[in-house]
Structure formats: structure tokens, C-alpha cells
């Protein structure tokens, strides 16, 4: 195991919103679900799932009704008397919720309720915590297998950009596209392809900004 090339792989992935026009394989999606599938999990409960879409008018379709309920949240924004804010919403917003309809595959990462024989027997008999709670455990451990199939798909030459915005606004309407039962929730999509760029690395927050030690 080589730390010095697992670190410049951390620190060279980027969010890419350009594409080239070629098409991720099968046999490359299947390894990037193997490396998500192997991510940590609370008590190995495992709560992903994940929806691949590689046909682009599926992706541009998601698109349309995201832009669709951006332009609505919008009206509303506006008819609340909150014009300027409406106006960035769709100017400043809209391009980063929908960066991913150029990308030849779309990764739908799903959560699913989390179940453990810790939750069956000792949890919920004695009420531990609210039912929502166990929903933020389902993502928490789906963002760990995302995360994994993002560095997995760099280290392939792949690109990704992650995005909630679909899910902010128009999750109801993807559920009911991609036929997902109720009991899943959608974490996030990831934008998957060859990259036709590179941007720079940004900046980030200093070490000693982010970490206390207490010994």
C-alpha cells in the first residue's frame, strides 16, 4: 500500500461539469459500484443503492423538470416580493443544479432505511431516538460509498461532480420518474464521465482552522 499515491489521488480529484462525448462502459460502472459497495457502514447496514443512467434524453428529461421546479420555487420567491433573490436562484443557481446534463452517465445514489439487529431488538423497543434519525443514518453511510466511488472513478481517469440540487428541488418528481419506492431517499447525483477539463484546485481551510486534539 502506497500512502504518497493514495494522497495524490485525494488531492487531485476535482468537481468536473465538462465532458467529453464518449460513454462510460458498463464493466467501469460495475467496478465503481464494487469499490461504493465496500465503504463503511453503521453496524455494516449497508443503506445504498444506486440507479446509473446512461441514456442522455433520461438526462436531459431530469434536467427539464429540474429546471421546471427552479422556475417555480422562483415565481413563488417572486410573487413573495423577493424579486432579486428569484432572479439568482435562476441565474446563479439554476447552472449548478443542472451541470450535470452534458455527462454520458448520471449516478442516482440512493439511501435505504436502516435496519440492524441492534435497532430491532434494543433501539426502537426502547425508543431511542425519532424515526428521522434513522433516515440521517441511512445517508450518513451513503455519502461514505459515494465518496468511495468518486475517488474510485479518478483514480480510472473518470471525472465526477456531486449535486444536491436536483434532490432540493425536484426529488419528488425523480422518484416518480425513476419509479424509486418511498422508502428510499436520494442522497445526492453524480455526474460521471471522461473529463474535458480540469479546473484548479480551490482553496481550503487550514489545518489548525479544523482540528482540535485534546490528549
Known amino acids: 500500500m502506497d500512502y ?8 487531485s480529484r ?10 462510460v462502459e458498463t464493466e467501469q460502472i460495475r ?13 455494516n447496514s449497508q443503506t445504498w443503492e444506486f440507479i446509473v443512467i446512461t441514456n442522455r434524453e433520461k ?3 431530469i434536467e427539464a423538470m429540474t429546471w421546471e421546479q427552479l422556475h417555480e420555487r422562483a415565481r413563488e420567491a417572486e410573487a413573495r416580493g423577493l424579486a432579486r433573490e428569484a432572479r439568482l436562484l435562476v441565474k446563479s443557481f439554476g447552472p ?17 432505511p436502516y435496519r440492524s439487529k441492534f435497532r430491532e431488538r434494543i433501539f426502537d423497543p426502547i425508543g431511542l431516538v425519532p424515526d428521522e434519525v434513522w433516515r440521517e443514518e441511512g445517508i450518513k453511510s451513503s455519502c461514505l460509498a459515494a465518496m468511495n466511488l468518486m475517488l474510485a472513478a479518478h483514480a ?7 449535486m444536491t440540487g436536483p434532490v432540493l428541488l425536484a426529488e419528488p418528481q425523480l422518484k416518480e420518474y425513476l419509479g424509486i419506492d418511498e422508502s428510499r431517499q436520494i442522497n445526492m447525483v453524480i455526474a460521471l464521465g471522461h473529463p474535458a477539463e480540469t ?16 490528549s
Open 156 to 162: 480510472m481517469g473518470l471525472a465526477t461532480c456531486p
Open 199 to 214: 479546473p484548479g484546485r480551490l482553496p481550503r481551510k487550514e489545518i489548525d482552522e479544523i482540528l482540535t486534539i485534546i
Open 14 to 23: 476535482r468537481s468536473v461539469r465538462k465532458f467529453e462525448d464518449r460513454p
Open 31 to 43: 467496478e465503481l459500484i464494487d469499490c461504493a459497495r465496500h465503504a463503511p457502514s453503521d453496524t
Open 59 to 61: 438526462i436531459r428529461a
Open 96 to 112: 449548478y443544479a443542472t451541470a450535470f446534463a452534458d455527462a454520458p452517465a448520471l449516478v442516482v445514489v440512493l439511501a435505504t
Open 4 to 11: 504518497a499515491n493514495f494522497k495524490e489521488i485525494l488531492l
